[in-house]
């Protein structure tokens, strides 16, 4: 599986983005989609993640209400549309993509074998 993350850029608090993620290779379609972030200086975390079967989502309370994450079959493709966005949204995204993953372990890193190469976000004030 091989993914590929665009839809980064520059953007003033309170706009938007919508960060996509295509898959080629062996279908994404039996498994998750998460999404992730890493800030300079800190831990890669947990942002989103979208579950084909049964389209179930998952959400880090940072961006809960803010973010949606969806997916596209049709496409092979799973986007995060991210509202509202501030300043501590400034991250590298990085996509990934796991087979079997259950819903109790949708926000672990280590459910997901296969990593995009992330794209750049920044939210200035």
């Known amino acids: 599986v091989q993914l590929q993350a665009s839809g980064g850029g520059l953007v003033q608090a309170g706009g938007s983005l919508r960060l996509s993620c295509a898959a080629s290779?062996?279908?994404?379609?039996?498994?998750?989609v998460g999404w992730f972030r890493q800030a300079p200086g800190k831990e890669r975390e947990f942002v989103a993640a979208?579950?084909?079967?049964?389209?179930?989502?998952r959400y880090a309370d940072s961006v809960n209400g803010r973010f949606t994450v969806s997916g596209d079959n049709a496409k092979n493709t799973v986007y995060l549309q991210m509202n509202s966005l501030r300043p501590e949204d400034t991250a590298v995204y990085y996509c990934?993509?796991?087979?079997?993953?259950?819903?109790?372990?949708?926000?672990?890193?280590?459910?997901?074998?296969?990593w995009g190469q992330g794209t750049q976000v920044t939210v200035s004030s």
């Open positions: 990934a993509a796991g087979i079997g993953v259950i819903l109790s372990s949708m926000s672990s890193k280590s459910s997901y074998g296969y």
């Open positions: 290779g062996r279908t994404i379609r039996n498994s998750a």
């Open positions: 979208f579950r084909w079967s049964g389209s179930n989502t």
